[in-house]
C-alpha cells in the first residue's frame, strides 16, 4: 500500500498488513440501513490493496450500481497491539486518518440475505481512500467531528462521542483475538448519512480544522 502520512513525516501506513473495520457504531446509521444495534462489536476486515492516498482515485466498479461513502475515523497502530487491557492500549496508537469505507451496498445487502461473507462489496481495490496521519495529541478520540462532502454538499457530520464502542473497547476486543501490527489501520465505524457516489464525484473528508483530504471518484 502507498500511502503518504506527510503531517507527521512518518510513514507507517505504509507498512500495514491489514485494515480492520467496525460495522454499525453509530446507532443512527444502524436505524438508517434498518439494521439492530450490536451487543458486541461487528468486525471484518478490508486488504491493504484498499488504500488511496489524498488526492487519489476510487475506482467505481461495474459489478455494482449502488456504490456508496460512509466517512470513518481511522485509529492507526503504532506499536504491536495483542491482549492489551483497554486502559493501556492508547500507548500503542501513533495517530489517526480520516479515511472512506466504500461499500458496494446492493452487494453488501445480496450478501446479507444469501448469508455469506462481504468480501465483494468491501474489499475492492481503491475501497479504503485514507488521509494524512495526524498526531494523537491533535485528536480528542472520545470527542471528534467527521465530516463527508460529496461535490460541495456535506452528506455526513457525525461525532465519535456517539460511537456505541469506544475506541479502547475497540482496540481491546480486536487485540484479543487479532493481533495488530505497526501500521495497521482500525476503522471505527460510520455516522449517519451514508449514500450513493457516481463517476465524477468528489468526495471531501475531514475532521474539521484539523485534517482533511480529497478523492476523485473515476
Known sequence: AVVSTQSTGMNLIKQATKIVCVGRNYAKHAKELGNALPTTPIIFTKPTTCFVEDGGSVLHPDISKDVHYEVELGVVIGKTLSKVPASEVMSHVAGYAIAI???CRDIQEQCKAERIPWT???CLDTF???GPLVSP????VANTEITLKQNGVLRQHGNTADMIFSVPTLLEYVAAHITLLPGDVLLTGTPEGVGPLARGDVLEVAVPGITQATFYVK
Open 137 to 140: 495529541d491533535k485528536i480528542d
Open 128 to 130: 479504503c481512500p485514507i
Open 101 to 103: 469505507d466504500v461499500t
Open 120 to 122: 465483494m462489496a468491501k
